[in-house]
């Protein structure tokens, strides 16, 4: 033990003699051996250039070849090959080959290699090359390359490359390349290739590509692919497809696709498809498919679902309910020998008309409760001013809940054709009369329940 101490102390008095010669040579550059800033070969009031450090803690004004030290390394100018400290290497200009510290890498100018740090690696201008860090990269202006850190990636402006961190990646110009992180990117401008977040994607300008995020995705100009699990926003205009669990946003499509869970929106022109539970355009040139499909103006296309809405009276729609603004909604109040009271609202267009309603005691009238929902669709003509017939086709969906039986099942289905005679006492008011006939099956069963004539009369609101 003590022979070990005498040869380090022998070792460190050696290296104090060493550096102290050295320092008195006046033109000694190329190797550079230190201590601690006061106790360095290299004098700091000259453009000597140093080949080979090592160290404690050395100050240079030029590196070109290799500084090792064992806390930090700080280059006043450029500094050209390899930087590895314990702590931290700073260059005040420019770097160009590979830094390694176990803190921090900081540049003032640009970098063109491989940098590598603990916490944070910092550059002033431009970044070719690579960034790693285990908190963040920062580059004041452009970063091309790659850009991997545990929580931030910061680009001042443009970027290119790939980009990986644990939490965000910001660009305050354009990117193109691949950017993923934990929870949000960021692009001030445009946008050429792919956003992956488990939050949020934003770019403020342009976006081709593709923006993937299990919550939401906005762009302004979209070109290619919007993927998430709840919004997709499209600022200005989207082309291509967006695709969503709940609702999918644009202020206009164009050549586009919105497929979405619940809801897509097209603020202006929709031209594509809409394909979700509910679809709104202000105009539509194309399709859309869904339980409820709005447009506030025209439609060039087809509207396909249960409820079909539009402000343009030549749209073709396919759906049981379809409404424009000569669509007349009225009340039915009525009861008959099927079910025995009914309310129903009746959807009139051009000698055209569906009825949705619901009625109750299908059974008979007694403790026994059943009921049913049901939907018609018929013509009808004009006899006089006040007098019409119609004629309908209807599908009933009956429950009689819990008062089952051996012959009576849960549910049933009953297909039922109606002739009606209706008067109109005043604008909005009238009586009608209804007959017809109709059979009930068993929906598991291939057999019928009953056949049997239907009498109903009832009276029209509105």
């Not at 009808?380 to 009689?400: C, V």
Request: proline fraction near 1%.
């Amino acid at each position: 033990m003590k022979l070990y101490n005498h040869r380090s102390l022998l070792l460190f008095i050696f290296f104090l003699i060493c550096s102290t010669l050295l320092k008195a040579q006046n033109k000694s550059a190329g190797i550079n051996i230190s201590l601690w800033h006061p106790v360095c070969t290299q004098p700091r009031d000259t453009f000597q250039t140093t080949y080979l450090n090592l160290g404690l803690i050395s100050q240079m004004n030029n590196l070109k070849g290799v500084g090792i030290n064992i806390l930090s390394s700080i280059c006043t100018r450029q500094a050209y090959g390899m930087q590895i400290s314990g702590l931290s290497n700073i260059v005040g200009e420019s770097m160009k080959g590979v830094q390694l510290a176990g803190i921090t890498n900081v540049n003032g100018n640009n970098s063109s290699g491989f940098m590598a740090s603990g916490l944070v690696n910092i550059v002033g201008n431009e970044v070719n090359g690579a960034l790693i860090s285990g908190f963040a990269n920062i580059s004041g202006y452009d970063t091309r390359g790659v850009a991997l850190s545990g929580l931030i990636n910061i680009s001042g402006d443009s970027s290119q490359g790939v980009q990986l961190s644990g939490i965000s990646n910001i660009n305050g110009g354009d990117f193109q390349g691949v950017a993923a992180s934990g929870l949000v990117n960021v692009t001030g401008k445009s946008l050429s290739g792919v956003q992956m977040s488990s939050l949020l994607n934003v770019t403020a300008d342009k976006m081709k590509g593709a923006q993937i995020a299990a919550v939401s995705n906005v762009g302004v100009n979209v070109k290619g692919i919007q993927m998430s699990a709840l919004t997709n926003i499209a600022a200005v205009e989207m082309s291509g497809l967006q695709l969503s669990s709940a609702v999918n946003i644009a202020y206009q499509t164009k050549n586009a696709i919105q497929f979405a869970g619940l809801t897509n929106i097209c603020l202006e022109n929709m031209h594509g498809a809409q394909i979700a539970m509910g679809n709104y355009a202000t105009q539509v040139n194309g399709v859309q498919i869904g339980l409820l499909n709005l447009c506030g103006g025209e439609v060039k296309g087809i509207q396909i679902g249960l409820i079909n809405h539009s402000k343009d009276t030549s749209t073709i729609k396919i759906g049981l309910v379809n409404i424009n603004p000569s669509t007349r909604i009225q009340m039915l109040s009525y009861g008959g020998n099927t079910t025995k009271m009914n309310i129903a609202v009746r959807f009139k267009g051009h000698l055209t008309y569906s009825i949705l309603g619901i009625g109750s005691h299908y059974l008979g009238l007694d403790d026994k409760f059943s009921g049913a929902l049901f939907y018609r669709a018929g013509i009808y003509f004009p006899l006089t001013k006040r007098l019409q017939i119609s004629g309908d086709l209807g599908y009933n969906h009956i429950e009689t809940f819990k008062n089952e039986t051996d012959n009576i099942p849960e549910r049933m289905y009953a297909i039922q054709a109606r002739a009606n005679l209706e008067c109109r006492l005043t604008r909005k008011f009238g009586i009608f009369a209804s007959g017809g006939y109709g059979v009930t099956r068993y929906y598991d069963k291939n057999r019928f329940y009953e056949k049997k004539p239907i009498v109903e009369v009832g009276v029209v609101l509105f």
